[in-house]
């Protein structure tokens, strides 16, 4: 993946606006989800129908800035696979180094039961 304008610190300024003095570098966030990204192409094809994958465990560091225009590379490998989540050792490189470097845990779940919960948990909250 290359780092794209809405990738950067600053990009997010209109949801936290303490971003907006921020170095134009690839943001944590973006980062995360990158990592998101990259397991879940990792995990497709792999799920039972009517499974998916959320995160539920995020341990990275992000120890050097990639700026605009730099692609990032994801190594992936599988550490353990449960009957409910999986957990993948990452790194994250950039055209240089290293940049980042952790663990990433998916809970495996069923769609349906999911997505019922979830619009349970939005009627009760619904003001």
Do not use: W, Y
């Not at 192409?41 to 995020?58: A, I």
Request: glycine letters at 4%; a negative charge; aromatic letters at 4%.
């Amino acid at each position: 993946m290359v780092v794209g304008p809405a990738m950067v610190a600053p990009s997010l300024a209109d949801q936290f606006a303490a971003f907006a003095d921020l170095p134009l570098a690839l943001s944590t966030s973006a980062l995360v989800g990158f990592v998101e990204q990259a397991c879940l192409e990792l995990l497709d094809g792999h799920l039972d129908p009517g499974q998916f994958s959320v995160s539920v465990d995020v341990q990275l560091t992000h120890t050097i800035a990639s700026p605009l225009g730099a692609k990032l590379t994801a190594e992936l490998q599988v550490l353990s696979v449960e009957p409910r989540s999986v957990v993948v050792a990452v790194t994250i490189s950039d055209d240089e180094a290293v940049v980042s470097v952790g663990q990433h845990r998916r809970a495996i779940l069923n769609r349906e039961r999911f997505e019922q919960r979830l619009a349970e948990k939005a009627e009760r909250l619904r003001p």
